[in-house]
């Protein structure tokens, strides 16, 4: 029973992380559309800065991720002004091969300024464990899980609650109508691209204190965040969460007690599963599509 | 990749053209041509070449210079570069300039196949040196045996490239993956009964290198009453560890043993650190002699790990020490173990030429079944496989540097530090 119980928190609090890296790309992928090959190059862009911000300042990485947040929701919105709103235009198709050359371009500069060895940091906390009786909770993946709670718990508000967010529920769902009451799609784009880049911050922060990384990290990310993205349904930010949790429990359980060689299989069995019964994602509700829209 | 039939710098399309010329030759050149080819295509079947100062000795290898084991390659290419030169200093092999013809196979095995094909069939090369990992040797190995070629690898422990019945292959490291467990082994059971470890923890990345040592770990510590709590087989993709570490955690292990080839080694103890679990006993087989390893896990948190290794640039060894000084000079950065292994299959390679005083590729592996050789690895000699007679070192980590703790006769520390301290913050 212990086992059980260990297996499911450790399940949790991995797969808490796993939401965290894909709160982004739900966002870009689920709302506007665009299927963004660049957002594991963001992810690991924020993780150097994080990195390069506790090596020099030796700043404790979340907190360096409110920091590192402002300058990547900048280039967010830069990449969305430069690079996707033109390309949106021609051909929104286009929108993955650009953003597969950025991630290439991002990956080149890293390897530039850091080298391709190795990087992690570790705080205080790195390697500090809650023991409650029999159980562990290592502290790394619990501030890693709670960061995931918080980042979710913030969109999430700001999605329903303010105008920003229902200015982008509109134009997602239906960008003639938005036009109507006066919600320009593209201004709304800017604003989702330039969130989702800079949500990134919080993913390279727990990304840099729990795993090692290299420039190249950015492809295993990139692959884990469009697992969770399908599994929880496009554009739902719960849904990324529970799909992360999910995922992770998945991977907890079959190392545990099917096998070790399984666990890098179970994202890939997770998506076929979930889109044989359930092709929308578990987490999202099929909505009437506008012809031509 | 580096061809020393021309000088420094001659464009590529200036050797093109002087290949197209050489192709408008009379009919008479054409014969001359074809029928000093069939002379030559004779001497290598019947395994002979040319004698002293008749040009340079071309030595064949293909390396993984680009694709994933690129690291490992470029400091083993270092270490034939470094012997060469020191070879052609010193008035080259049988009087000839050594020349190494190089081919990039990708790190893969397919092309390593075609490459040294190509080294023996159409560029005539007088000797062949092997290539890194198993993977990659097993078809180089495979295709100087069937072309009666020696074939001397610096890398390719796995025991299986040893059951094939080849005469011809030769290990150049001082143990295969087999005897990597003997002399941890030999310490553990020189322990009192009463400060063992009771129970162990195995993990495994599948890989030929990796599982069979092992397993053989598994056997004998079991039979020094060591009870198995955890035992897995991971795939070589696996980069999160947690999972696993939470596995070996729950269990508790008095020690954990992890086949760890590479860069898998780190994020294993990175998840245990993460746990706050960590044993008495921590043995990774590759993982901990790389130059990585300290920044990786902290360098306080290497102490006490084991590990096995192939050469160590402390052993006292004749012509290591020269050896590390040599190389730092040449490339301004002191060797690693892939270096030193490609720099003792080429010593090798040169102790049996000279000794045997032709190209006779039959003659020279029979020298070397018959005669221990003197490298920067210690003595080296073969059975009748190819398999060294001999183990690697155990080594272990010990106030931020690797020492070697065993062999005697390598020993760089006298001391072995047990229990393993805890985790340290760092």
């Known amino acids: 029973m212990t086992e059980l119980v260990q297996t499911l928190i450790f399940g949790i609090l991995i797969g808490g992380v796993y939401a965290l890296m894909a709160t982004g790309l739900t966002l870009t992928f689920g709302v506007m559309k665009i299927v963004n090959m660049a957002q594991g190059a963001f992810l690991i862009v924020s993780t150097y800065l994080c990195y390069a911000l506790w090596q020099h300042f030796g700043l404790d990485p979340i907190l360096a991720a409110f920091l590192v947040m402002v300058p990547m929701a900048a280039l967010g919105l830069v990449v969305y002004k430069l690079v996707i709103e033109r390309l949106e235009r021609i051909d929104p198709g286009l929108t993955i091969v650009a953003t597969f050359a950025l991630a290439l371009i991002a990956e080149a500069f890293l390897a530039l300024i850091w080298g391709p060895d190795q990087k992690t940091t570790t705080p205080a906390y790195f390697n500090q464990a809650i023991h409650l009786g029999p159980l562990v909770i290592p502290r790394a993946q619990f501030y890693g899980c709670l960061l995931a709670i918080v980042i979710t718990v913030v969109l999430q508000v700001a999605i329903k609650r303010t105008w920003l967010g229902r200015a982008i529920t509109a134009a997602s769902e239906n960008p003639e109508g ?10 709304v784009g800017a604003w989702i691209f330039a969130i989702a880049t800079g949500s990134t911050a919080f993913g390279g922060a727990a990304l840099s204190f729990l795993y090692q990384f290299t420039p190249d990290t950015q492809d295993f990310w990139l692959g884990l965040a469009l697992s969770v993205v399908i599994v929880g349904g496009l554009g739902s930010v719960p849904g990324a969460f529970a799909a992360g949790l999910l995922l992770g429990l998945a991977e907890a359980l079959t190392t545990t007690y099917v096998s070790v060689r399984w666990a890098t299989a179970v994202p890939t069995l997770l998506i076929l599963v ?13 909505t009437r599509q506008d012809a031509g829209s | ?21 050489r192709g408008r030759g009379s009919s008479r050149a054409i014969a001359i041509a074809a029928t000093t080819a069939i002379a030559l295509a004779g001497c290598a079947a019947t395994g002979t070449s040319g004698g002293p100062g008749s040009g340079p000795l071309n030595i ?4 993984p210079l680009t694709g994933s084991a690129a690291d490992v390659a470029k400091s083993g290419y270092q270490g034939y570069k470094l012997w060469a030169a020191q070879v052609n200093a010193a008035g080259g092999l049988l009087g000839r300039n050594v020349h190494l013809d190089v081919l990039d196979n990708g790190f893969d095995p397919n092309q390593t196949g075609t490459d040294y094909t190509r080294l023996i069939s159409q560029n005539k090369d007088d000797l062949l ?12 190995s495979a295709i100087a045996a ?7 690898e610096p890398s390719g422990g796995a025991a299986s490239l040893f059951t094939r019945g080849f005469t011809n292959l030769f290990f150049a490291q001082p143990g295969t993956t087999e005897s990597l467990p003997d002399l941890f082994l030999e310490w553990f059971g020189s322990l009192p009964a009463d400060q063992r470890p009771k129970t162990a923890a195995y993990l495994t990345q599948d890989d030929p290198s990796a599982s069979p040592a092992i ?16 035992d897995q087989t991971y795939d070589p993709s696996t980069s999160n560890f947690d999972s696993i570490a939470a596995g070996v955690a729950h269990a508790r292990p008095d020690m954990v043993i992890q086949g760890a080839v590479s860069n898998d080694g780190a994020p294993f103890v990175r998840s245990l650190e993460k746990l706050d679990f960590s ?7 590759r993982a901990p002699a790389d130059d990585t390893y300290p920044g990786a896990i902290g360098a306080k948190n290497t102490e006490g790990v084991f590990t096995a290794e192939a050469w160590s640039p402390k052993a006292a060894y004749p012509g290591n020490a020269a050896f590390v000084s040599a190389y730092t000079k040449m490339f301004g950065s002191p060797p690693d173990e892939d270096a030193a292994n490609s720099y003792t299959a080429a010593q090798v390679l040169e102790t049996a030429v000279k000794a045997v005083g032709r190209i006779d590729q039959k003659a020279l592996a029979d020298w070397l079944h018959s005669h221990s050789v003197g490298t920067i690895v210690g003595p080296l000699k073969w059975d009748a496989t190819g398999v060294p007679v001999g183990t690697a070192m155990l080594a272990q980590w010990q106030q931020g540097t690797l020492q070697v703790v065993a062999p005697k006769s390598a020993a760089t520390s006298s001391t072995v530090v047990y229990p393993k301290p805890g985790w340290s913050t760092r």
């Open chain 1, 178 to 187: 938005a036009r109507l009451i006066g919600v320009e799609p593209a201004r």
């Open chain 2, 129 to 140: 040196l092997g290539t890194f990992s198993s993977l990659l040797n097993a078809p180089a």
């Open chain 2, 1 to 21: 990749m580096s061809d020393d039939r021309y000088p420094p710098g001659t464009p590529l399309r200036t050797r093109s053209v002087a290949h197209r010329r």
């Open chain 2, 279 to 285: 044993p008495k006993i921590l043995f990774q087989t």
């Open chain 2, 215 to 230: 397993a053989i770990f598994k056997t004998r510590l079991q039979a020094l009453g060591v009870t198995l709590v955890y």
């Open chain 1, 274 to 286: 979930v889109l044989t019964i359930r092709p929308q994602g578990l987490f999202t509700r099929t």
């Open chain 2, 60 to 63: 064949g290898m293909s390396l």
């Open chain 2, 146 to 152: 069937r072309q009666q070629m020696l074939y001397i």
